[in-house]
């Protein structure tokens, strides 16, 4: 025979979270420091060709914050 083990948390729900807009991906950018236009557009660009990813964006701009520094210290 089969065991069946309960496993009460197995079906928990996640709630759905919203997804992200240009606007918010613009703001995140200004938070972090990003003011360029040309920079903001290009992040929203990446974020908008997968999906509006959060996790793409937040790549995105840990490297152009990288960028900017290399161009301050020089």
């Known amino acids: 025979f089969p065991v069946t083990i309960a496993r009460p948390f197995a079906t928990r729900q996640h ?13 995140i950018c200004r938070a972090n420091g990003i003011g ?25 701009v840990k490297a152009l914050r990288r960028r900017m520094k290399v161009q301050e210290d020089n």
């Open 15 to 27: 709630p759905k979270a919203k997804e992200a807009t240009a606007n918010d991906i613009s703001a």
């Open 36 to 60: 360029d236009e040309n920079m903001i557009a290009s992040v929203v660009r990446e974020a908008e060709a997968h999906s509006f990813d959060l996790r793409r964006v937040e790549r995105k």
